[in-house]
């Protein structure tokens, strides 16, 4: 593809194009662009899409075509005949970056095997705005997506990345929050977290403390949220004859084993729930 097209208009195959999470400004000349002049956009949800491109100033006169998660399959072929056919196809999210908790992969997937070009326009990213202004480890990280809404599954998701040494990026719906941070904090033990709210938007906010002081938190909030916990550090892990002095302590307050490991892992860092109730069954 020469310099001209790249000026000028969208060139034939598919573009991966980041929009603003909330502040149009963010959005890159090079974006603006090929938006204006792609043959076809799928977009996860038209109605947001339209209402986007006028609050852009962007003005289009090819097709805008719905691809989410429950038609990404169906409208598939037609897409593949599209790139065939040699016209240019934008794909984004309702905000962000593509792909990221959002449909596409099949379709970038099935492009690249038949050949079809397929080119990032990269820009802004919920992840990535979250943990460079968090103030948390930056690497490594791990970004998750959504958890799991089940109980036994969202321990289970945590499980899986308690012992990677990496700092965990991941969206939560706000009627969820407090559960899955509950849930980080009986699995992964007290950690530093960061809620980062609205990014980029008027009401952004970033909400900073400890896995082991929840209580503190007001999770009666708004808009959409990343969330960062860091990871584990060695220096500040607790004994394990403090950790067997709280188990005591917590021992008088009653309850099983598995549930006192679970309020002493939320007073000491360092420690996971797993780990205490391993140490007490020694």
Known sequence: MNQESLETMAGPGLWVVATPLGNAG??????????????????????????????LGIEREGGLVSFFEHNEDKKLPAVLEWLEQGRSIALISDAGTPLLSDPGYRLVRAC???????????????????LSACGLPPLPFSFLGFPPRKDSQLQRFFEAHRDTG????????????????????????????????????????????????????????RGEITVVIGPAREEDKASSERVLALVEEEQEGGGKPKEIA???????????AKEIYALMSR
């Open 26 to 55: 963010d959005l890159s000349p090079r974006a603006a662009r090929i938006l204006s002049h792609a043959d076809v956009i799928l977009a996860e949800d038209t109605r947001r899409a339209g209402l986007l491109f006028k609050r």
């Open 112 to 130: 690249r095997e038949r050949g079809f070009p397929v080119s990032p326009v990269p820009g802004p990213s919920a992840p990535l705005a979250a």
């Open 166 to 221: 990496a700092t965990l990026v991941f969206f939560e719906r706000k009627s969820r929050l407090e559960t899955a941070l509950h849930a980080a904090r009986d699995v992964l033990g007290d950690r530093e977290f960061c809620i980062a709210r609205e990014l980029t938007k008027d009401f952004e906010e970033f909400i900073s403390g400890s896995l082991g002081s929840l209580d503190a938190v007001d999770f009666d909030l």
């Open 262 to 272: 679970r309020r002493v892992a939320g007073r000491v860092k360092g420690w996971t």
